[in-house]
């Protein structure tokens, strides 16, 4: 017997996120317990070498582009639920973002935490998201081939309380 809770008999996916007309529905999490809830992160963007030398010289003319970009992955994380129609608001203990220069460009990294109901992946994603789009426009006057890629989720995790 599969003891999956997201299929049914017939054994297809039941996805959580849609009735069974196929309509899309917001998951009650009204009877779930509270626990930490913890997610992080990472996503890449690829720049020149002229571009990463003035983004630590600090002379991109937008201003300071790691700073401004954490700041923008912080506010993402919080306005998750604005933007992506099924989230839940949540209230987040902390977002915590790293931007680590590499040879290639510049890594982002996203730690996200809450006590509550429902995970913080979609938080941990949409703050990396964000602060590669922001270092993207940022640089986008002195770089026409930046690439971002290989936005994912690192690891989530659930304490009980």
Known sequence: MNNNKHTDKSNKMQLTHTDSKGDAVMVDVGKKHIQTRIATASGDIILSKETTALILSDEIKKGSVLTIS????????????????????????????????????????????????????????????????????????????????????????KINL
């Open 70 to 157: 954490k700041i923008a992955g912080i506010m993402a994380a919080k306005k998750t639920s604005d933007i992506i129609p099924l989230c839940h608001p949540l209230i987040l203990n902390v977002v915590n973002i790293e931007l680590t220069v590499t040879e290639t460009g510049i890594n982002a990294r996203s730690y996200v935490s809450c006590n509550g109901v429902t995970g913080v992946e979609m938080e941990a994603l949409s703050a990396v998201s964000v602060a590669l789009l922001t270092i993207y426009d940022m640089c986008k006057a002195v770089d026409k081939n930046m690439s971002i890629s290989n936005i994912k989720l690192i690891s989530k995790e």
